[in-house]
């Protein structure tokens, strides 16, 4: 769903690795459309089930979005998290393959927008893209591990929007009370109907310029962890 970014960030401008070659991002056919309404459905009825509390009763947001960062293995309950705490819209990182297709058909019933890239296909476009996005005063959604992984390593892509844009981090940790585990690269979590799901909100000032982005990308997989867990 949400994935990572690359490209770099100098002087405000961005450029793009050498191996970022452009690809064209698969799109849903539109018969697919009922089966992804359908999906969708089944997903509202599920999270509908689900306790979820926070430490606030709401994010503020009213001087401005945040770039949105949570790990992969929590992008099931990202859009009943955004939906209920976020007051500004959101625009996710999404992939270009098929699967990535399929996401952005199934996030537009959930009232998520998308951006086509990844760490390794579009990925300085992308980059503008989300920039224009955060500009117009969008959240950024972005796993930092996505889309292939390794599991939960940061990937500095986000540092680099958030010093594009001057915007802020917000961490989205998430615990599951109790949960079905996929055997995928993530380990992708599913909270099972009807249980807790514990939501920690933090903020992290927006990166200064010159501010060494390895660092940085690595106090915020420590902080993402920790607000995470397992």
């Known amino acids: 769903m949400f994935e990572m970014l690359s490209g770099n960030c100098v002087n405000g401008r961005v450029t793009a690795p050498a191996q970022d070659l452009p690809e064209t991002p698969v799109e849903v056919a539109w018969y697919h459309w009922l089966w992804v309404w359908f999906a969708a459905l089944v997903l509202r009825l599920w999270l509908a089930t689900l306790r979820v509390h926070a ?20 992008l099931f309950t990202s859009s009943l998290i955004a939906n209920r705490f976020l007051d500004r819209p959101v625009t996710a990182l999404i992939s270009t393959s098929k699967d990535g297709g399929w996401l952005v058909a199934f996030f537009k019933h959930m009232g998520i927008k998308a951006v086509r890239g990844s760490s390794s296909k579009r990925g300085a476009a992308a980059l503008v893209s989300l920039t224009r996005a955060v500009r117009g005063g969008d959240h950024a959604g972005v796993t930092p591990d996505g889309p292939k992984g390794p599991r939960r390593e940061f990937k500095a892509g986000a540092v680099s ?48 310029r010159e501010s060494d982005e390895p660092a940085l990308a690595a106090h915020l997989q420590a902080r993402l962890n920790e607000l995470s867990g397992a």
């Open 161 to 208: 929007l958030a010093k594009l844009t001057g915007r802020p981090f917000l961490i989205m940790g998430m615990n599951f009370q109790s949960a079905w585990t996929l055997r995928s690269w993530d380990q992708f979590a599913l909270p099972k109907p009807f249980s807790r799901v514990d939501v920690t909100f933090e903020v992290i000032p927006c990166p200064a």
């Open 55 to 74: 430490n606030v009763p709401r994010v503020e947001d009213k001087d401005g979005p945040f770039v949105l960062l949570l790990w992969h293995d929590r």
